[in-house]
């Protein structure tokens, strides 16, 4: 029985260059309406969030819900 031998396939680099004018990190009340004011003057914005949705922990779990439930009831 013949020894192959496979071959080893490059990779390309993945060279990416992103240029931006402010980088975001979190998109609680704070994150997102700075996000907001800095897209609306031109400015090239990039956010971070570690959640899947954006909005902080104070719209999905914190004083919001809260303060919707309070009128509410």
Do not use: F
């Amino acid at each position: 029985m013949a020894k192959q031998t496979a071959s080893k396939k490059q990779q390309p680099k993945a060279e990416a260059s992103y240029q931006y004018d402010a980088i975001i990190i979190g998109t609680g009340p704070g994150g997102e309406g700075t996000a907001m004011n800095l897209a609306k003057s031109n400015k090239k914005v990039a956010v971070i969030e570690r959640q899947q949705a954006v909005g902080g922990g104070c719209v999905h779990w914190g004083t919001i819900p809260s303060k919707a439930l309070r009128h509410s009831v």
